[in-house]
C-alpha cells in the first residue's frame, strides 16, 4: 500500500519561509518522479515543483529562485523549502508520486500553508 505524508505547514508572515517534507511508504519512491502542488480555494490545483528519479527538476516560473525541492532516496523523503513566502501563496500543499511505467498516481492528504499580510 502506498502512502504520502506530508509535514512542515503553518502559519507564517510575509516574507517568512517553510520546509515541506513528504514520507513515502511502499516500494515505489525510488521510481518515481515527485512532485509538489498546490491548490487554494477556488482555483485548479497547480504543480509547484517536480524532481525525477535522478534529479531533474522543473520549477513552476512563479516559485524559481525562491522555492527548492529535493529529494532522498534512501529515507524515502522529498522537501519543499519555501522562501520569501506571499499571501497568494496561502494553499493546500500536497505531495504527489508518479511511478515510472504505471498509468496511477498517488497523494498525500495535504498539509496547508498559510501566508498572513
Known amino acids: 500500500q502506498v502512502r504520502l505524508v506530508e509535514s512542515g505547514g503553518g502559519l507564517v508572515q510575509t516574507g517568512g519561509s517553510l520546509k515541506l517534507a513528504c514520507a513515502a511508504s511502499g516500494s515505489i519512491f525510488r521510481s518515481s518522479t515527485m512532485g509538489w502542488y498546490r491548490q487554494a480555494p477556488g482555483k485548479q490545483r497547480e504543480l509547484v515543483a517536480e524532481?525525477?528519479?535522478?534529479?531533474?527538476?522543473n520549477y513552476a516560473d512563479s516559485v524559481k529562485g525562491r522555492f527548492t525541492i529535493s529529494r532522498d532516496n534512501v529515507k524515502n523523503l522529498v522537501y519543499l523549502q519555501m522562501n520569501s513566502l506571499k499571501p497568494e501563496e496561502t494553499a493546500v500543499y500536497y505531495c504527489?508520486?508518479?511511478?515510472?511505467?504505471?498509468?496511477?498516481?498517488?497523494w498525500g492528504q495535504g498539509t496547508q500553508v498559510t501566508v498572513s499580510s
Open positions: 504527489n508520486a508518479r511511478p515510472s511505467q504505471s498509468r496511477y498516481e498517488y
Open positions: 524532481i525525477t528519479r535522478g534529479g531533474s527538476i
